[in-house]
């Protein structure tokens, strides 16, 4: 029996939150196993700067 999370007991309301969360999760994912440490640092620090002007 499917049961909602208690915070989303919409269906619409929950796919709200997976866009926008899939949306965010896949800009500041940049799986780390692959780069070295000067390369994420670089790229995270591209994404928070990107993510601050689209906030601000």
């Not at 619409?12 to 926008?20: E, I, R």
Request: hydrophobic residues 40%; positive net charge; charged residues 25%.
């Amino acid at each position: 029996m499917w049961r909602p999370i208690p915070r989303f007991r919409r269906m619409k309301n929950l796919q709200k939150f997976a866009s926008v969360h899939a949306n965010v999760h896949n800009h500041f994912s940049q799986e780390r196993h692959l780069v070295d440490r000067r390369t994420h640092k670089a790229r995270s620090s591209a994404a928070l700067a990107e993510w601050q002007i689209l906030i601000g």
